[in-house]
């Protein structure tokens, strides 16, 4: 008869196995923005020549497609709350890879700008509901929650670096006009990408801990909304028009290629980057929200306020921290207690 795991053996494979959903998670990322928004820039130059297009009908693809992502990233939460986390993300990508295949039939303006449109709204949903689910899983292991969620974050980059890989020398092998075959090329990698996701373990068994519904408040992010807005303005015609300039300034399928692997390596490796800045960061000194957090602190000494505090999920209504910012004061141990509903403790 085989030994139970002692419980270091235990969280380790517990954490190992969370490890390996979110990996699997990230597939979702890399079918719809690595590959699904972001490969088009790598055939643009091809299918210009080949169909005739002008630049400005070139760039109506990626409009197009940035169009059908704004439409999914703000339909996503009704989506989610209709069809739920896990349909989201299987669902959105199923989309890309239908997509993908679109363009690869068709030379006709009016379905390619329909597959981009599709490609663009399935992508930001499947995203989103990926993120979401990353996230609920990460917050399951907080000492390892900014690594758990750099694993999906990194799909995008493994997107782009695995179509820089193929579709120059794809283009190179095939010749001119060949960008149908790029296309499918794509549909045939994202196609095997997909099944570990139809195939994992994402509905609700997968994760520990209900889902709370907060209210979210424009205002503090707001400056981070601007930030991302600016972002992706400068960005989105940078990636769209690049692999065209590398290509019209001399640069052959190898040139290509290097150039957009290094996007991808770099995209990949981003999210570790950050993660540790933060970590870094958050050693030296305490987050924005301190002198808030203080405040609140404060006013759950009130015997009076407790149960506002409570409610308004500050220390009052959090577990310990091993940060000395998040800790609880004192007078908010017996309302802790009251809410683990331990015995003994207030009503």
Known sequence: MRSPDSPK??????????ARLILVLSLAPTIGLGIGRFAYALVLPDMRDSLHWSYSAAGFM?????????????????????????????????????SLALCAMSANFVVLSFARLLAGFAGAAGFV?????????????????DFLLSLFYAGPGI??????????????????GSWWIVWWAMTLLTAVMIMPLLLAPLGANALAGPTVRTSLSIGPV???LVAYFLFGAGYIAYMTFMIAYVRDGGGGAA??????????????????YGAACWRST???????????????????????TRRCCWQSRHWCSTSPSSRWWDRPPPSCAPIIRHRNGRPGSPR
Not at 10 to 18: N, R, S
Not at 287 to 296: G, I, V
């Open 129 to 145: 509901g990926g993120g979401a689910l990353a996230a609920m899983i990460a917050q399951s292991r907080p000492a390892r929650a």
């Open 62 to 98: 990626n409009t197009i497609n940035a169009v059908g992502y704004l439409a999914g990233a703000l339909l996503a939460s009704r989506m989610i709350r209709r069809f739920g986390l896990a349909a989201n993300v299987r669902w959105g990508s199923l989309a890309c890879v239908l």
């Open 222 to 224: 707001a400056i981070y």
């Open 159 to 176: 997107g782009i670096l695995f179509s820089g890989l193929i579709a120059p020398f794809v283009l190179q092998a095939f010749g001119p």
């Open 9 to 18: 053996t235990y969280a380790q494979k517990t954490y190992a196995h969370l």
């Open 282 to 304: 958050a050693a030296v000194r305490p987050p924005p929200s301190f002198s808030a957090s203080t405040r609140s602190a404060r006013r759950c000494r009130s015997s009076a």
């Open 255 to 272: 040139a290509q290629s290097l150039f957009w692997s290094l996007i991808g390596i770099s995209a990949f490796v981003t999210p570790w």
